[in-house]
């Protein structure tokens, strides 16, 4: 059967299977994501680090790509949803940004292939520790009790409706909000990356299925329309690295504004 | 000579049809920002950001779609 030139190639559906990965020094969880996570948070603290060393009056070519990069977190992400007293949130999102897009386009750079967050994991500890700030934030501005009593029941509900807006509140702001933030990046990552992987492997497999040239031509089409595809992904990176820091800061918003 | 079979649930089907909706909420928040831009091009950045937060709220319902097709099999 296999008289073509290329040995074809074994075909399995790619799947869950694919985003497990080995541990390396014979620990299970010390796996391929735990390190892309220490990889990508070292490069993000030194790319910051020496982006802002040695500030000038006349800026160089380096000072005005992370004055670019910075204002654009600062004026779209910051200043236009929190409003103001946003300086004191800035650095942390900065950080959650880019943070959140280094690890998403690891999805597409050689050596790593693979979205960190793709691992549900390592996503429920970022919602965490942005539930936490915006919780934190609201207990800072109002206080225990009167943030509390603002985040479940909102001004000017008649009292007959208490028994159905309090729990839905309560719901929406405390369980859903973290939920939603969490598996958002998730699914996007994930379904990214199992998208490509299909492309990649099921093209792999015709190009070299022998014995029916019209499979073969199919098979380097799907390979070629895949590089489209990384191109989206890329975009769909940065875009939910915009939307999760986005809504972080939307939720500190709300959790600090007075008349809510 | 059948070289992939296509097996597993209906889940990817339903999956599909329940990408509809959010498709179509998608679509109407993205057809108000062009009309928004066509009218008034100056306000486009605040249009944006609130488009994306909207966006990504309406996106939510078909990612929980989409992680359902998996837990669901």
């Known amino acids: ?178 939920v939603t933030l969490a598996l958002r990046l998730f699914v996007n990552m994930f379904a990214g990356h199992l998208i490509i992987m299909i492309f990649l492997v099921g093209g792999g497999y015709l190009l070299t299925y022998s014995g029916n040239p019209m499979y073969n031509v199919t098979g380097g089409l799907s390979i070629i329309f895949s590089f489209a595809l990384f191109g989206l992904e890329l975009f769909v990176g940065f875009l939910q690295a915009y939307v999760f820091t986005i809504l972080s800061a939307q939720y500190v918003s709300t959790s600090i504004a007075s008349e809510h | 000579m059948v070289p992939m079979l296509i097996g597993g649930s209906l889940n990817a089907i339903g999956y599909g049809i329940a990408t509809l909706g959010p498709g179509i909420g998608v679509a109407m928040i993205f057809a108000a920002v062009i009309n928004g831009t066509a009218r008034q091009p100056e306000a486009k950045p605040a249009m944006m950001s609130t488009a994306f937060i909207g966006f990504a709220v309406v996106e939510a319902l078909a990612l929980f779609g989409f992680a359902l097709a998996f837990i669901v099999s």
């Not at chain 1, 990965?21 to 220490?38: A, R």
């Not at chain 1, 070292?42 to 070519?61: D, N, Q, R, T």
């Not at chain 1, 929190?82 to 050596?111: H, Q």
């Open chain 1, 1 to 178: 059967m296999s008289h073509g030139l290329l040995v074809p190639l074994e075909y399995h559906t790619p799947g869950l299977e694919d985003f497990k990965f080995h541990g390396t020094f014979g620990v299970t969880w010390l796996d391929k994501p735990f390190w892309q996570v220490i990889i990508s948070a070292v490069l993000v603290i030194g790319l910051w680090l020496w982006l802002s060393h040695s500030m000038k009056v006349v800026p160089g070519k380096r000072q005005v790509f992370a004055e670019y990069c910075y204002d654009f977190i600062r004026n779209t992400l910051a200043r236009d949803i929190i409003g103001s007293g946003f300086r004191k949130w800035l650095p942390y999102l900065v950080a959650l940004f880019s943070f959140i897009l280094v690890n998403n386009w690891f999805g597409e750079f050689f050596i790593f292939m693979f979205p960190t967050f793709s691992h549900v994991g390592f996503v429920y500890g970022m919602a965490l520790v942005s539930w936490v700030v915006y919780i934190a934030a609201g207990i800072r501005a109002h206080g225990p009790l009167k943030f509390f009593k603002n985040s479940i029941l909102p001004p000017d509900v008649p009292p007959a409706l208490w028994i159905l807006i309090i729990p839905l509140e309560f719901l929406s702001n405390f369980i859903t909000r973290p």
